[in-house]
């Protein structure tokens, strides 16, 4: 039996907070268990992997973003997915 799933599309981010500078900078991508709501947004965000001083800041960015949602058979359902966010060298930040 096949199931018609529509994928989650991302419609609106909100680029992370970069960590205050300790003694060396940061550089690299952040993995998160994200799961999305049935209305597109996101309900929890864990951090999976990449610069742990980053960590935080990614999971804050994330429970911002918005979906499309999401529908199995027609019908809205929650999405589990990983995503993985990005922290440029400082200096090469976008405002």
């Not at 960015?61 to 400082?90: C, H, I, K, N």
Request: hydrophobic share 35%; aromatic share 6%; charged share 25%.
């Amino acid at each position: 039996m096949k199931k018609d799933v529509e994928k989650a599309k991302l419609t609106h981010t909100v680029p992370p907070l970069y960590p205050p500078l300790t003694d060396k900078s940061v550089d690299g991508a952040v993995v998160l268990h994200v799961l999305i709501g049935e209305n597109g947004a996101a309900k929890s965000a864990e951090y999976v992997s990449g610069p742990e001083t980053c960590g935080r800041y990614a999971v804050k960015a994330v429970l911002q973003w918005r979906y499309e949602p999401t529908s199995l058979d027609g019908m809205l359902v929650e999405v589990d997915t990983t995503v993985s966010v990005a922290f440029p060298p400082p200096g090469k930040q976008r405002d």
